[in-house]
């Protein structure tokens, strides 16, 4: 009787022809980690001010490229290592477009936290001149004005972007599309000037400033991204579900608002998340309209508001004397909490996103 003798597979090793599961990566950590350390050593012999974590990253992945490449080449052979330095290529142009990104949020965070304390979040700037304060009446008129303008942008957007989609076929619904394009190149300052002839003609007072104009001056420049990227994500809804809809006898509006829009949700959600993080940290229309204070202002309909983006503004251009540093410190936390706040709100958006979007059978 002959005996069967069960053969082991050969495992994922050197001696397979293969690169082990993990090289990769292991490869690319480690080319990080080569050039921190040698970028560590430059800022400790002071040599560099500072660490230069783009230059550690950008070089460590040059380094990965290289060392991928050569590995490869020595176990898997000529062909399956072109694969790889392609491969490795493709990665290295992705993180290379993310070493801006990298950069800014380690600046921030690295000049941020000196002044990155519960003063920040419990104090205004009233009757402070040197050391000491936050940004409390910042933060709120941040929070405020933006919230505003997102309840003035989002239905006027939605619906605009639900009009071009479902019944536009006309030179309305062109000239709508046309105006939307161009109202996104327009200079954040020009919205600025325009709300501030707008409630200046209304009130007949050339000295307006409040809350609720600066809500209007962001939202002109919201509604046409909002627009855009709702009616981008509509027009992804497959047609069949609109389809099936209209066969059971359901009207078009209802089959709007019980179909097409929780079909989309989630992207409707990421669209108003990227308006919203693109006029948080708008400048000029702010201090055009909203102006700025030292004091805390809750009223969007009275008096002037200070915002995030304004004082930042206003504490690295009034840095001087003896307390300059104390200023700065201010700017660079108050940058660092509009980092968190847009991350907070797309992280919230994401979770409600998934919570009310519809839930599909397998």
Same mark, same amino acid.
């Given at each position: 009787m002959t005996t069967v003798t069960a053969?082991?597979?050969?495992?994922?090793?050197?001696?397979?022809?293969?690169?082990?599961?993990?090289t990769t990566w292991i490869a690319l950590v480690g080319g990080w980690v080569v050039f921190g350390g040698i970028f560590g050593i430059l800022a400790a012999s002071g040599t560099t001010k500072g660490f230069n974590v783009v230059g550690a990253v950008f070089f460590g992945t040059l380094l990965f490229d290289v060392v991928i490449y050569v590995l490869s080449l020595l176990v898997e052979?000529?062909?399956?290592?072109?694969?790889?330095?392609?491969? $490795?290529? +493709? @990665?290295?142009? *992705?993180?290379? &477009? %993310?070493?801006? =990104? /990298?950069?800014?949020?380690?600046?921030?965070?690295s000049n941020g936290l000196a002044r990155f304390d519960i003063a920040l979040f419990t104090e205004s700037m009233r009757n402070v001149i040197g050391e000491g304060g936050g940004a409390l009446h910042a933060i709120v008129g941040t929070l405020e004005i933006t919230g505003m303008a997102t309840l003035i942008s989002v239905p006027v957007g939605l619906l605009t972007s639900i009009y071009l989609v479902e019944y536009g076929r006309s030179h309305l619904a062109r000239g709508i599309t046309f105006f939307v394009d161009v109202m996104m190149g327009i200079p $954040?300052? +020009? @919205?600025?000037? *325009?709300?501030? &002839? %707008?409630?200046? =003609? /209304?009130?007949g007072s050339p000295g307006i400033r409040s809350g609720f104009a600066g809500a209007v001056s962001i939202?002109?420049?919201?509604?046409?991204?909002?627009?855009?990227?709702?009616?981008?994500?509509?027009?992804?809804?497959?047609?069949?579900?609109?389809?099936?809809?209209?066969?059971?006898?359901?009207?078009?509006?209802?089959?709007?608002?019980?179909?097409?829009?929780?079909?989309?949700?989630?992207?409707?959600?990421?669209?108003?998340?990227?308006?919203?993080?693109?006029?948080?940290?708008?400048?000029?229309?702010?201090?055009?309209?909203?102006?700025?204070?030292?004091?805390?202002?809750?009223?969007?309909?009275?008096?002037?508001?200070?915002?995030?983006?304004?004082?930042?503004?206003?504490?690295y251009t009034q840095a001087a004397g003896i307390h300059a540093q104390a200023a700065i410190d201010r700017a660079w936390a108050s940058a660092l909490t509009i980092i968190i706040i847009v991350m907070l709100l797309n992280l919230i958006g994401r979770i409600i996103a998934r919570v009310f979007a519809p839930k599909y059978g397998r």
């Open positions: 053969v082991r597979p050969m495992g994922n090793t050197l001696t397979a022809g293969k690169l082990p599961r993990g052979g000529r062909r399956k290592a072109t694969d790889r330095l392609i491969t $490795s290529l +493709v @990665a290295t142009a *992705f993180i290379v &477009a %993310l070493l801006p =990104l /990298i950069s800014l949020i380690w600046t921030t965070v $954040s300052i +020009v @919205a600025g000037l *325009f709300a501030f &002839a %707008l409630f200046a =003609l /209304i009130t939202s002109v420049l919201m509604i046409p991204v909002v627009v855009r990227s709702s009616e981008e994500i509509l027009r992804l809804v497959p047609n069949e579900l609109r389809e099936a809809s209209y066969a059971l006898g359901v009207p078009k509006w209802l089959t709007v608002l019980k179909i097409v829009l929780p079909t989309s949700l989630a992207g409707l959600v990421t669209g108003v998340m990227l308006a919203i993080a693109r006029v948080i940290g708008e400048t000029a229309p702010l201090l055009i309209v909203a102006g700025f204070t030292t004091s805390m202002n809750y009223n969007l309909f009275n008096d002037r508001m200070m915002t995030l983006p304004v004082f930042i503004y206003t504490q």
